[in-house]
């Protein structure tokens, strides 16, 4: 492995210029002005893929976005590893929280990153992230150190719900057959403490919309008279939360996997400092479910928040408007073993029932996915639990992530292979907000430690042949 470390360590400006090209292309997935640009980042990613020696590299058309494929085959005696990424991100909005423009990446020290850290929408989240493994797969390419199979798939819809991705592996389970899916798009505890994410949670994604009048009223002539949606929809959303915080819809947590106490001790083995958190982010106080540490509620607990809200007048100055509707975007986060369409279906019927007869409401499924647990004793877990120690000088910590990957199950599913979630951000990088960033040192690490996964799990395959 010195010939590999020292390719890196030869390459490292490189490496960073490099990335720092494809953050400058707005590759936002949700917004249709950037289609063009969402392309462009398609066939750079392929680019890049056939210039460090992946063959059979394509842009593969979808009824959206476009996934890119590549392979290396050395030996198929050899194990296969599929590595999955995606190259859109998040929209800027709103920009003018930004200290920097959000395509335009610059690097900066920080008390936090004191080797710098790259601020760019998808500069973690996941551009950085994907881009580890182009980087370490040309250095094992090119230092004759790769020890199995690759396999590369990089979508475009992720920030949008993959949609077209479980049809492209149906339609494609010969080609991207695997032994594991390695991916990058989760976070370490801190840079001093790693990690392996071993839980994700699932989602549910709902939007409401409730109706009073059939069209918008002067608050003085009929306020006071006429419901109000805006009012009615803010006491129905309050009345989602009971005051010891758990959720009020009937058999929300009728299938909610509960850990051991000692499963519970472990996950708390991670280092956390409730005054540093609050002052990160500002605030005075946490708020949560009783009887659970932040960890917990954001691991093993299911939550319900509203992402969105809006209805009436929001120009300036002043509008005294009675809306004719008001809206709101509800998402939830499940747990093993919630199931997402039946939380959605209780969802729907909860609130629902809380409308009085002075409004009609409607509700509508987005998106979602289910909850996943990674088994810690099998050889993929193994091999990266090992590559994080060999890589950091300390065992990894298993934890349990609160974000929702929800191709996690489909793979396992569709293309019967289990995954391993081995990501290098941090909570604190902002991902999905402005001034999002990811540091020098963990960019270089994962594409330090990445190999190291390889060599490790292709001696764990073949020393069980």
Known sequence: MKELKNYLDTNRQRFLDELLDLLRIPSVSADPKYKDDVRRMAEATAEHLRSVGADQVEVCTTDGHPIVYGEKMIDPKYPTVLVYGHYDVQPADPLELWESPPFEPVVKKTKLHPQGAIYARGACDDKGQFFMHVKAFEAMV????????????????????SKNLEKYCRDNKQKLACDVVLISDTSIVDNETPSLTVGLRGLCYMEVEVTGPNKDLHSGVYGGTVANPVNVLCQMIASLHDKKRKVTVKGFYDTVQKLSAKERKRLNEAPFDSKTYMKDLG???????????????????????????????????????????????????????????????LFQKHFEGLAPKSVKVKVTAHHGGYPVVVPTNSDEYKAADKAMETAFGKKPLPQRGGGSIPIVAMFDQVLEASSVLMGFGLDSDDIHSPNEHYGLFNYYKGIETIPYFYKYYSELKRNKK
Do not use: H
């Open 283 to 345: 605030v005075a106080d946490l708020m949560g479910e009783a009887g659970y540490t932040p960890i917990e509620r954001t691991g093993i607990r299911p939550t319900l928040d509203v992402n969105g809200i809006w209805g009436g007048y929001i120009g300036e100055g002043a509008k005294t408007v009675l809306p004719s509707k008001a809206f709101a975007k509800i998402s939830m986060r499940l747990v093993p073993d919630q199931d997402p369409k039946k939380i959605e279906k």
């Open 142 to 161: 090119q230092c004759n150190a790769l020890p199995c199979n690759v396999k590369f798939m990089i979508e475009g819809e992720e920030e949008v719900g």
